[in-house]
């Protein structure tokens, strides 16, 4: 029995087959081809042009062997993003908030106080702040050579060639003309290994202080320590042993981050800033407690490093690598927050501005019962108070406004830790308030029972006029300084410089 014929498949079946097997070999062929392109792209990238010396300052020379790199990190010159409370761009905080003039009566922050922009504009804004003064000679003007600290590769440098004894004990002036190159490379990686590296003896000192080893710290940890470097609470111990003269850059890490520990740190040893031009209350001044307040948020617990929300991985080619344009990073919300957030760009800064404007909300409450408490204070003393009878409200106006700057003096803190945030506001507003009412029994006992006149101080002008600051004098002297001396320290930096060796590889 003869089988039934099998059914033949259609020519124009295999002709399908066909080209559907060359199209996918093509396909195959080019995604293979551009693998091997990108591996070959990405060799290429970080192939060193030339070799860096151990102290090279230099972003640009750096910028030479990682060009990607070099050229995200020069979007920190632009200052032109601004969001609700921060970014990048030129802010005059004391117009915006003239309360901050009284609540600084006495210390340099009430002459001028922006808030800072990209790492490009370090030097520019130390060298032409109000703050640094005028200085026409190297030993001259009120600022520290330890206010460099934190602005420059040349420090390094300059630690290395002086001594960090001998470089915290000069002026700011004198080290201008060496000063000169802003924030970048040098500062956290090393010049050999391009592995992250502590490059500021402070932080070492406060780990080993802590009974810690700064070396045991792991890649992720490295990402926000290098960072730490600079973005914290610290003041100058001019009676560290050994250095003793000095103003000596120490961070209060002893007992702890939190800002209860750093008071007691500082109330062990005697220690203020400043004495109040109001209250004469013996103050401190938080400089920017970036680190610690991050330190109690839900990122660093759940192991988020500074580095992974303000400089995200991105890609370009077959490169991989960290956006070197730290700041905001509502900038870059797609890689810096949705790689791990899923909610839309409109939700998460709505998330970012609820939790900013709440804690804004606190903050500037504390700032109105500590200007009433400063300004009481005074009506106290005018009225014939005695030391004893203010010792207590003193101390107490001085532990609200550390609460208090805490927080203000953090950048993105509110966001950071808004919890922790609103505790330390609490407390700060606690003790102002608790201070005005010593102030009202004791002014009461002076026969003034009614309210004291709050003055006129809605502009950044009338506060400083209040205070009794010279404006007009200091604007001038820097004025100056910017026309006779700045050039000076560019030229002397040009020449030396230009005697640099750059070895090519």
Known sequence: MNSPDKKKRSPWLNWTLFAVTIIVVFFLGLLVSSITERRAEAIFAYKPKVKLNEFEPRNEVWGKNYPKEYESYRKTFESDFRTAHGGNAKRDMLAEDPALVILWAGYAFSKDYSQGRGHSHAIEDVQNTIRTGGPLAPEAGPQSSTCWTCKSPDVPRMMNEMGIKEFYSTTWSALGPQITNSIGCGDCHNPETMDLTITRPALVEAYTAMGKDIKQATQQEMRSL???????????????????????????????????????????????????????????????????????????????ACADCHMPYISEGGVKFSNHHVTSPLKYISQACQTCHRESEETLIKNVYDRQNNIAELRLKAEEVLVHAHIEAKAAWDAGATETEMNEILIEIRDGQWFWDYVAASHGGSFHSPVESGRVLGKSIDYAQN???????????????????????????????????????????????????????????????????????
Not at 272 to 290: C, F, G
Not at 445 to 469: F, S, V, W
Not at 491 to 504: F, I, L, N, P, Q
Request: aromatic fraction near 12%; charged fraction near 30%; charge should be positive.
């Open 435 to 505: 201070a005005r009412v010593k102030l009202a029994r004791l002014l009461a006992t002076k026969g003034i029972t009614t309210e004291i006149p709050y003055p006129d101080i809605t502009t950044k002008e009338k506060a400083q006029n209040y205070i009794g600051l010279p404006m007009e004098k200091l604007i001038q002297e820097k004025k100056i300084f910017q026309e006779q001396i700045l050039p000076k320290w560019e030229k002397e930096a040009e020449e030396r410089e230009s005697k640099y060796d750059v070895v090519s590889k």
């Open 226 to 304: 290098v960072c730490a470097q600079c973005h914290v609470e610290y003041y100058f111990d001019k009676k560290k042993v050994g250095a003793e003269g000095a103003a000596y850059l120490t961070f209060p890490w002893v007992n702890g981050f939190k800002p209860e520990d750093m008071l007691k740190y500082y109330n062990d040893k005697g220690f203020s800033d400043w004495t109040h031009a109001l209250s004469r209350a013996p103050m401190l001044k938080m400089q920017h407690p970036d680190y610690e307040l991050y330190k109690t948020g839900i990122h660093a617990e759940r192991g988020v």
